[in-house]
């Protein structure tokens, strides 16, 4: 075991332990930074990863259009809607990468209780949709919108899903009828009576307030057009996104209907704005912490080169080379480092295990009514990524400290007191 | 083997010059032990530190191996490296390491294999008398035992010379006396020079030749 380890580094393990306390210390400022890097990031990651299965769970990894629809207004209705969705459909499926193809009709207009009326922001889908949603729609009162297939499925009783707001600005239970009103694709008004059947809360405010849901055919009958507003694309891995874009683009965007494919993190706009903000402030943290560990490991190295200024005269005297000798401190530091970086690893480590077990919940971020679990995600990748940015940091003090001592005339070091 | 010649030194205090060596000339003689003694201040450390290629910064000429004496960091280290040996007063150990390790250390600059190195550290440790302290470290040993390691270290890679400050100077008597014979025996049989500042009488009986220097100059030479 002893001949596997080269002497360089069992000698660099036997200075590092000369002065205990002070090497200990320096293992805890290194591990603390490396905890504070991996634990900081950890809960970026896990913050964007949560932000991004919420896009992808809300419009799937890929969602189609209309060029422009996404930015600019119709005219009418689904005036700027896709014509052969189905056939659209049919040749997304045909692909292995694709798990499911959703189409969504977005509407607004009035709903009234007959009494009382609001405005709302309508969604046409299908009921398949909500089995993708997950945590991200919290059915509070009655159920989702029942598939044709359903036993329980009525034609003649359309049925509607209310936010949570909605429903109780207009004082509506599972059972009531609502009336429906909109414009349609031609321009004219219309009405549908729909059944309320389910209630349910999305966890932000402004869309509590004004959302509701119908079965795709009846937004399609409401506004009387067979058009649909997007496809939502929900592929089998998210990692499929950038190829299968590709694929869209290249195979099913015609001139006669020209296709805009957009990437959920161009429209995921809440995560685009956290990513840049998280990004930046872990990006400061970690130069901070960079400093303070250049400054505490300098500081010891300095105090560790005076210490044995004697040593590196002698050394220097028996024909030792500066590169040599400072490669020895070099040594010392960078193991130093991959002991505090372990340490430091293995604590965050220890961290992101308690927080799975304890179930730490955060409070509501801005804008949201629901708080979440508290995680962090341990990427062995920031690991590291941190540890060898704190092995730099520390053999570049370990560097500046030792040229100080092997610079000093070797006749003067010999001396040193 | 080595000869210097018209060697000065001048060191600055303030503005003024002050001289430390004049003139100093002198040679020495493979396998010779030579004493350099002296009052403090009289220029011994200095001499030391110019003829073991530590102060580069004098005047006069020295030749080495019939060869002139490095002028440049990098030829000095070369030839430390190569062919000069050390013993300090303080013994200067490196306190981590054994004393096989220690003694392996200037093999390890020349680039000896480990093998070899650990071969010629432990027979060189046998021939001053610490077989059976190989595996100590410096903190473990008497100050005499400590000085023997700092002379197997030195003569191990069997220097052409082996500059030598104050080596009994940090011992008691009977340490003294051993460390005296020891580098006197290890001198003569390895065919180093050895040079030797020191203030202690014996020691300077004991050399092949004595010079002594006084304010910076020789005042006389002799033979033991």
């Given at each position: 075991?002893?001949?596997l380890?080269?002497?360089?580094?069992?000698?660099?393990?036997?200075?590092i332990?000369?002065?205990?306390?002070?090497?200990?210390?320096?293992?805890?400022?290194?591990?603390?930074?490396?905890?504070?890097?991996?634990?900081?990031?950890?809960?970026?990651?896990?913050?964007?990863?949560?932000?991004?299965?919420?896009?992808?769970?809300?419009?799937?990894?890929?969602?189609?259009?209309?060029?422009?629809?996404?930015?600019?207004?119709?005219?009418?209705?689904?005036?700027d809607?896709?014509?052969?969705?189905?056939?659209?459909?049919?040749?997304?499926?045909?692909?292995?990468?694709?798990?499911?193809?959703?189409?969504?009709?977005?509407?607004s207009?009035?709903?009234?209780?007959?009494?009382?009326?609001?405005?709302?922001?309508?969604?046409?889908?299908?009921?398949?949709?909500?089995?993708?949603?997950?945590?991200?729609?919290?059915?509070?009162?009655?159920?989702?919108?029942?598939?044709?297939?359903?036993?329980?499925?009525?034609?003649?009783?359309?049925?509607?899903?209310?936010?949570?707001?909605?429903?109780q600005?207009?004082?509506?239970?599972?059972?009531?009828?609502?009336?429906?009103?909109?414009?349609?694709?031609?321009g004219a008004?219309?009405?549908?009576?729909?059944?309320?059947?389910?209630?349910?809360?999305?966890?932000?405010?402004?869309?509590?307030?004004?959302?509701?849901?119908?079965?795709?055919?009846?937004?399609?009958s409401?506004?009387?057009?067979?058009?649909?507003?997007?496809?939502?694309?929900?592929?089998?891995?998210?990692?499929?996104?950038?190829?299968?874009?590709?694929?869209?683009?290249?195979?099913?965007?015609?001139?006669?209907?020209?296709?805009?494919?957009?990437?959920?993190?161009?429209?995921?706009?809440?995560?685009?704005?956290?990513?840049?903000?998280?990004?930046?402030?872990?990006?400061?943290?970690?130069?901070i912490?960079?400093?303070?560990?250049?400054?505490?490991?300098?500081?010891?190295?300095?105090?560790?080169?005076?210490?044995?200024?004697?040593?590196?005269?002698?050394?220097?005297?028996?024909?030792?080379?500066?590169?040599?000798?400072?490669?020895?401190?070099?040594?010392?530091?960078?193991?130093?480092?991959?002991?505090?970086?372990?340490?430091?690893?293995?604590?965050?480590?220890?961290?992101?295990?308690?927080?799975?077990?304890?179930?730490?919940?955060m409070?509501?971020?801005?804008g949201?009514?629901?708080?979440?679990?508290?995680?962090?995600?341990?990427?062995?990748?920031?690991?590291?990524a941190?540890?060898?940015?704190?092995?730099?940091?520390?053999?570049?003090?370990?560097?500046?400290?030792?040229?100080?001592?092997?610079?000093?005339?070797?006749?003067?070091?010999?001396?040193?007191? | 083997?080595?000869?210097?010649?018209?060697?000065?030194?001048?060191?600055a205090?303030?503005?003024q010059?002050?001289?430390?060596?004049?003139?100093?000339?002198?040679?020495?003689?493979?396998?010779?032990?030579?004493a350099?003694?002296?009052?403090?201040?009289?220029?011994?450390?200095?001499l030391?530190?110019?003829?073991?290629?530590?102060?580069?910064?004098y005047?006069?000429?020295?030749?080495?191996?019939?060869?002139?004496?490095?002028?440049?960091?990098?030829?000095?280290?070369?030839?430390?490296?190569?062919?000069?040996?050390f013993?300090?007063?303080?013994?200067?150990?490196?306190?981590?390491?054994?004393?096989?390790?220690?003694?392996?250390?200037?093999?390890?600059?020349?680039?000896?294999?480990?093998?070899?190195?650990?071969?010629?550290?432990?027979?060189?440790?046998?021939?001053?008398g610490?077989?059976?302290?190989?595996?100590?470290?410096?903190?473990?040993?008497?100050?005499?035992?400590?000085?023997?390691?700092?002379?197997?270290?030195?003569?191990?890679?069997?220097?052409?010379?082996?500059?030598?400050?104050?080596?009994?100077?940090?011992?008691?008597?009977?340490?003294?006396?051993?460390?005296i014979?020891?580098?006197?025996?290890?001198?003569?049989?390895?065919?180093?020079?050895?040079?030797?500042?020191?203030h202690?009488?014996?020691?300077?009986?004991?050399?092949?030749?004595?010079?002594?220097?006084?304010?910076?100059r020789?005042l006389?030479?002799?033979?033991?």
């Amino acid at each position: 075991m002893k001949r596997l380890i080269p002497h360089s580094l069992r000698l660099a393990w036997r200075n590092i332990w000369r002065n205990q306390r002070r090497s200990l210390l320096s293992l805890l400022v290194i591990a603390i930074a490396i905890f504070a890097i991996t634990a900081i990031a950890g809960f970026g990651l896990s913050t964007y990863e949560s932000l991004e299965q919420a896009a992808i769970r809300t419009n799937g990894e890929l969602l189609l259009s209309r060029p422009g629809y996404l930015k600019e207004q119709e005219e009418t209705p689904l005036a700027d809607g896709l014509t052969d969705s189905q056939q659209l459909t049919a040749q997304l499926l045909s692909r292995d990468e694709v798990k499911q193809v959703e189409p969504k009709v977005l509407f607004s207009g009035l709903i009234s209780n007959g009494q009382k009326s609001a405005i709302y922001l309508g969604q046409g889908v299908t009921p398949s949709l909500f089995d993708l949603q997950g945590p991200m729609l919290t059915v509070s009162q009655g159920h989702a919108l029942l598939p044709s297939s359903s036993p329980r499925f009525k034609t003649d009783e359309p049925e509607i899903m209310l936010a949570t707001d909605l429903a109780q600005s207009l004082k509506l239970t599972i059972g009531d009828w609502v009336t429906l009103m909109s414009t349609t694709s031609s321009g004219a008004l219309n009405a549908l009576d729909v059944k309320v059947c389910g209630i349910f809360s999305t966890g932000v405010p402004e869309l509590d307030k004004r959302q509701l849901f119908v079965a795709l055919d009846t937004a399609q009958s409401l506004l009387q057009s067979q058009r649909v507003s997007t496809l939502s694309v929900y592929l089998q891995r998210s990692q499929y996104t950038g190829g299968m874009s590709q694929w869209v683009h290249q195979q099913l965007s015609t001139a006669q209907q020209p296709l805009e494919v957009t990437p959920w993190y161009e429209s995921a706009f809440f995560y685009q704005k956290v990513r840049s903000l998280y990004d930046r402030i872990f990006g400061v943290i970690g130069v901070i912490l960079a400093l303070v560990v250049f400054a505490a490991l300098f500081n010891t190295l300095t105090m560790s080169v005076t210490e044995r200024t004697t040593e590196i005269g002698t050394l220097a005297a028996m024909g030792a080379w500066p590169r040599e000798i400072i490669g020895g401190f070099m040594r010392e530091a960078g193991l130093l480092s991959l002991l505090g970086a372990l340490v430091g690893g293995v604590a965050t480590a220890l961290l992101c295990l308690s927080l799975l077990q304890l179930n730490i919940q955060m409070p509501p971020p801005p804008g949201r009514t629901q708080g979440y679990p508290l995680t962090i995600l341990f990427s062995i990748d920031v690991w590291l990524a941190s540890s060898l940015l704190v092995l730099l940091v520390c053999v570049l003090a370990a560097w500046l400290a030792a040229r100080n001592g092997v610079n000093k005339p070797i006749t003067e070091a010999l001396t040193y007191v | 083997m080595l000869r210097f010649n018209n060697i000065g030194k001048n060191y600055a205090v303030g503005k003024q010059q002050v001289a430390v060596l004049q003139g100093v000339s002198g040679e020495l003689a493979a396998g010779e032990m030579v004493a350099l003694c002296g009052p403090s201040g009289s220029g011994k450390s200095t001499l030391l530190q110019i003829l073991g290629a530590l102060d580069l910064r004098y005047q006069g000429e020295i030749e080495f191996a019939a060869k002139p004496f490095p002028r440049t960091a990098p030829a000095a280290t070369l030839l430390r490296r190569q062919q000069l040996g050390f013993i300090f007063q303080r013994f200067n150990l490196v306190p981590v390491l054994t004393a096989e390790e220690n003694v392996m250390l200037p093999l390890q600059l020349r680039g000896w294999s480990t093998e070899q190195q650990l071969q010629a550290a432990r027979a060189m440790l046998t021939q001053v008398g610490l077989a059976a302290q190989l595996q100590q470290k410096p903190a473990a040993l008497s100050g005499g035992q400590q000085q023997r390691v700092a002379i197997a270290r030195a003569m191990v890679s069997r220097p052409a010379l082996v500059i030598a400050d104050e080596p009994t100077a940090s011992l008691d008597s009977v340490s003294a006396q051993q460390v005296i014979n020891l580098l006197r025996e290890l001198c003569h049989q390895s065919g180093s020079a050895v040079l030797v500042a020191t203030h202690d009488p014996r020691m300077a009986a004991s050399c092949d030749r004595t010079i002594r220097l006084h304010d910076g100059r020789i005042l006389m030479e002799a033979a033991a």
